[in-house]
């Protein structure tokens, strides 16, 4: 199985960014093609898709609400899947969690993705 941890979460102001990881391990991350995805859920809301990237890096997807200001790359070599922030607001508080499937895609659906970590969070306070 693949275990995801993710990192880099806290408290930022109004108009500051945060970079978030998400590091892989074990020993069908290190054996297969995977793609990546960040979903987030605030308390009361459903979870939501943020960004996915294909494992070429060359195909990203993201939703309307985080485009121009997030984001999302990996380094294959390192297991790691990232999401820079940029220009956050209150809005984007939550709880980030990510996620991998195999396969050379990008998925946006959360039944989609076979592997997840237990989240990092991250609260933007005006």
């Known amino acids: 199985q693949v275990q995801l941890v993710e990192s880099g979460g806290g408290l930022v102001q109004t108009g500051g960014s945060l970079r978030l990881s998400c590091a892989a391990s074990g020993r069908t991350a290190s054996s297969y093609v995977m793609g990546w995805g960040w979903f987030r859920q605030a308390p009361g809301r459903e979870r939501e898709f943020v960004a996915a990237?294909?494992?070429?890096?060359?195909?990203?997807s993201y939703a309307d609400s985080v485009k121009d200001r997030f984001t999302i790359s990996r380094d294959n070599a390192k297991s790691t899947l990232y999401l820079q922030m940029n220009s956050l607001k209150p809005e984007d508080t939550a709880v980030y969690y990510c996620?991998?499937?195999?396969?050379?895609?990008?998925?946006?659906?959360?039944?989609?993705?076979?592997?997840w970590g237990q989240g990092t969070q991250v609260t933007v306070s005006s």
């Open positions: 990237i294909s494992w070429t890096g060359e195909r990203t």
């Open positions: 996620s991998a499937v195999q396969g050379w895609g990008t998925r946006d659906a959360a039944n989609e993705y076979t592997y």
